[in-house]
């Protein structure tokens, strides 16, 4: 499995000079250009660590595999324990490794396009570093920017990282089976980020059951392939 690592300086920092944020909104748009050349739909699936970003990128490779052609791009800070879970489903993963960064950028998603041979992908998921924070401020050039909650992260994780759920396109409340044991309402889940952001759609979620996985594809459009 090929591996990408960030190089001393090359991450765009959030706290840096706002030029370089522009850059990084540049670069993003260079991405965006690239998928749309290759009719690629592109997904940014943020998160926090242990919201179960992998499990539900599994679930869903598991549904569209077999009728699409699917690439995975894996960001972590140094290991490639996702990367190899996500390897399980049968499809080309690159992993994309932060060292002390806690979000990918749009460079390092530049640089991770070029191993994909770009012809043969129809959907591209990129798993972001497990954060609720610093993604939100780094678009990569992808189509749609899904958040993942879970219930075992209690019920104040929305209200306490509004930023990330005003620059979504869909939040997927995890980890529904928890829910009665941890005490947290999952309605209440979607209350919040709705009064954060009106209309913005939820799905809870189970990804030991597949409960609402199938609703997250015809949110995303992912049954409707560009270059079908």
Known sequence: MKSIKAKEGEIFDIELDEDLLKRNEELARKNRDLLDKNKITAVDVMGSIGSGKTSLIKNLLFRLRTKYRIGVI???LTTTIDAERIKE??????????????HLDANLIRRALKEFDL????????????NLICPAEFPLGSHKRMVVVSVSEGPWMVTKHPY???EADLVV????DLAQA??????????DVHRI???LKTVPTNCLT???IEEIIKVLFLESPKNA
């Open 74 to 76: 894996a960001g972590d």
């Open 89 to 102: 489903e049968e499809v080309e993963v690159i992993q994309v490794n932060t060292g002390k960064e806690c």
């Open 119 to 130: 012809g043969n992908l129809d959907f591209l998921f990129i798993e972001n570093v497990g």
């Open 164 to 166: 990330i759920f005003s």
């Open 173 to 176: 409340i995890n980890k529904i």
């Open 182 to 191: 941890m005490g947290v309402s999952v309605k209440s889940i979607g209350e």
């Open 197 to 199: 952001r009106p209309g």
């Open 210 to 212: 597949g409960e609402g």
